[in-house]
């Protein structure tokens, strides 16, 4: 039996159910200005990826660091869902 699509299905999973916080407390807390970090993180991780020979833990790299760019996108986002009141607002975030 051959359970690597299913690890990485499961992983991926995880790792889209564990942006979701990190989105929204970075918002929160710091603002959408923190976006250059998501960007980093995403280029490091999926450059990483090609060069790991496991194709398993590869799959799980660029899972990540493509998740980490999804994230970008998100943050905005979640600056627009704060503005509507969908989400609590942070008057003391870093400036």
Request: aromatic share 14%; charged share 15%.
């Amino acid at each position: 039996m051959n359970f690597q699509g299913l690890i990485i299905g499961i992983v991926a999973f995880l790792i889209i159910g564990l942006f979701h916080p990190i989105v929204i407390k970075s918002e929160y807390y710091i603002g959408k200005k923190v976006w250059p970090v998501f960007l980093i993180v995403g280029i490091i991780l999926i450059a990483s990826s090609v060069f790991i020979n496991n194709a398993t833990i590869s799959s799980i790299t660029g899972i990540t660091g493509f998740a980490s760019l999804w994230s970008i996108h998100e943050l905005f986002e979640q600056e627009e869902r704060v503005k509507k009141g969908w989400f609590p607002n942070n008057q003391n975030k870093s400036k």
